[in-house]
């Protein structure tokens, strides 16, 4: 992040909330979750203003094998979370990267990458039905999903790049994912 903060890459006046999140070991549980409020807490102020918000937690949205207490609780973003970005006072559309996980699928004619990401969409669009919800997925090594959950002032523009993406050479890389 800092590197991307120091760099000409995104506009002058894009915001960063670049502090890392992590638990010393020996930290106690009600510790842990203390500092992840104030961190949230910090994230949410510092990018108020923004109009798009990019969450990029090291692992995606949560799962059910990692609480937000675990020591890995910090690789992962909760709904709850993701809930306070998306709320209809703050007006703002979102884009959240996961790391989909290496779980069988239920049919051979689709990988789990996939299957999970058309879960995670249904699982947006159900919480955020006032946003517009869109996913890709990156299938160029390891596979990486983004959701992009646009505002009503946005969904013109963001629905126009994502169309610009797979009109480029760059839509070799992703799969759009339409939930069923």
Known sequence: ?????SSSILPR???FHGAPLSYPETMPVQARLELRRRW??????????ADIVFLD????????????ASLKGPKFIFWDEVEEFA???????????????RRKASSLEKDSSYEQVEELLAEFRRRFPHLSTSAVLFTRGTRRAFFV????????????????LFESPWKEHFI?????
């Not at 992040?1 to 903060?5: D, G, M, R, S």
């Open 1 to 5: 992040i800092a590197a991307i903060e």
């Open 13 to 15: 006046d894009t915001l």
């Open 40 to 49: 949230l807490d910090l994230a949410l102020e510092n990018v108020a203003e």
């Open 57 to 68: 937690p090291d692992n995606g949205i949560e799962c059910s094998s990692v609480g937000r």
């Open 87 to 101: 709320s209809l006072r703050r007006e703002q559309s979102l884009v959240v990267y996961h790391h989909t996980n």
């Open 149 to 164: 959950a646009a505002n009503e002032r946005h969904r013109e523009s963001i629905e126009s790049g994502l169309n610009s």
């Open 176 to 180: 759009r994912v339409s939930s069923t």
